[in-house]
T-cell receptor, first 110, second 119 residues
Framework: DAKTTQPNSMESNEEEPVHLPCNHS???????IHWYRQLPSQGPEYVIH???SNVNNRMASLAIAEDRKSSTLILHRATLRDAAVYYC???????????FGQGTILTVHP | DTEVTQTPKHLVMGMTNKKSLKCEQH?????MYWYKQKAKKPPELMFV???????INESVPSRFSPECPNSSLLNLHLHALQPEDSALYLC??????????????????FGAGTRLSVL
């Protein structure tokens, strides 16, 4: 499984963009990069995934470095509801297995 | 419907009790998972079922016994647990858990969990 490194915590103000970084330097060439988040008192929730190209969906954007050793999850306008622990999972998804790292606690200030 | 339903939401049990956790999904997913999450820690995988067969057991003690009666239902039978087993137990499902499945086929949908306290 690829080891991921994320900041322990980050803070943002409401309505501002948030860039959450993740390093996954040991990721293999065929492994996807997945992001999940866990809101308080809930199970993890899928956010986005990608392989090589940048990806957008209704929740966020994922920017993947050209060498695939790092990626950035972008929340374009943070809301209070986005306060959560964000997990980056680089590889380790064969047989459906997700190996969660420590994640980044995102605090959003009104 | 993208819902994974776990029951009960809370469970308190003694070390000599036998109890079961239940997980249900109706998305037609063929892979289901049990995770354990201690406070302020990330979820840790326990078991994976793929097409109703146990495909991964992450060296979980035998006091935890999973069961997959059909493709929509996943149980976790608990017996002779220890206080250190107190945790949030999460169930998840995904379209497929097959080797080589990538991308959208691996997206996991989680339930809200069962918070277990062992006294």
């Amino acid at each position: 499984d690829a080891k991921t490194t994320q900041p322990n915590s980050m803070e943002s103000n409401e309505e501002e963009p948030v860039h959450l970084p993740c390093n996954h330097s040991t990721i293999s060439g065929t492994d996807y990069i997945h992001w999940y988040r866990q809101l308080p008192s809930q199970g993890p929730e899928y956010v986005i995934h990608g392989l090589t190209s940048n990806v957008n969906n209704r929740m966020a954007s994922l920017a993947i470095a050209e060498d695939r050793k790092s990626s950035t999850l972008i929340l374009h306008r943070a809301t209070l509801r986005d306060a959560a622990v964000y997990y980056c999972i680089g590889g380790g998804t064969s047989y459906g297995k997700l190996t969660f790292g420590q994640g980044t606690i995102l605090t959003v200030h009104p | 419907d993208t819902e994974v339903t776990q029951t009960p939401k809370h469970l308190v049990m003694g070390m000599t009790n036998k109890k079961s956790l239940k997980c249900e999904q109706h998305m037609g997913h063929r892979a289901m998972y049990w995770y354990k999450q201690k406070a302020k820690k990330p979820p840790e995988l326990m078991f994976v079922y793929s097409y109703e067969k146990l495909s991964i057991n992450e060296s979980v003690p035998s006091r935890f016994s999973p069961e997959c009666p059909n493709s929509s239902l996943l149980n976790l039978h608990l017996h002779a647990l220890q206080p250190e087993d107190s945790a949030l137990y999460l169930c998840a499902s995904s379209p497929t858990g097959l080797a080589g499945a990538t991308g959208v086929k691996n997206i996991q949908y989680f339930g809200a969990g069962t918070r277990l306290s062992v006294l």
